[in-house]
């Protein structure tokens, strides 16, 4: 188990749809293991195998008193409600904008052991959970501010000295 390095904001692992986890063993559980462990650190929210270089659809979350991982997620249901959330990410550190998101969502997919598992949530975790299965298809949060938006955030990216650097 290990804390990770990250991968920012220029890296085309990013932007690759992930491929669903086909096999559990030993690989798998060292994978979550180290995104739980990575998650952990102070500031952070949720954690997607692309953001430590790993293409595979698995994410961690660690919002409030919720902890846990997600195997192969599929986003099943977002509420109609949407409100605009300041989000960040840890790919484009730094980097604070209001993006429109659902207030409630419910995510399916495994746990270690190939067993459903369904997690749901509101407001932060809602937007977590949504921001993290956006990272398995290739999707940043930038990719969903308003066009004025996101202008102004590739332009502050570009300042940035971890901008294109891995």
């Known amino acids: 188990m290990a804390l990770r390095e990250l991968r920012y904001f220029g890296d085309p692992v990013l932007k690759t749809v992930s491929d669903p986890v ?90 270690l052991r190939n067993e459903p598992i369904v997690v749901e949530g509101d407001d932060v975790l809602a937007q977590c959970l949504q921001h993290e299965t956006d990272h398995l298809d290739g999707v940043l949060y930038l990719d969903r501010l308003t066009q004025e938006r996101k202008k102004k955030a590739l332009r502050e990216a570009r300042g940035k000295d971890w901008f294109w650097s891995r």
């Open 22 to 111: 086909t096999r559990f063993g030993k690989s798998t559980e060292s994978l979550v293991a180290d995104l739980m462990d990575t998650v952990a650190a102070p500031g952070r929210a949720g954690l997607a195998a692309p953001q430590i270089g790993v293409n595979l659809r698995v994410f961690s979350y660690d919002v409030e008193t919720l902890k846990g991982y997600v195997i192969n997620p599929e986003i099943v249901e977002l509420s109609e409600e949407t409100h605009e959330i300041n989000e960040g990410c840890l790919s484009v550190p730094e980097l604070w904008f209001p993006t429109v998101r659902a207030k409630h969502a419910v995510v399916k997919g495994v746990d």
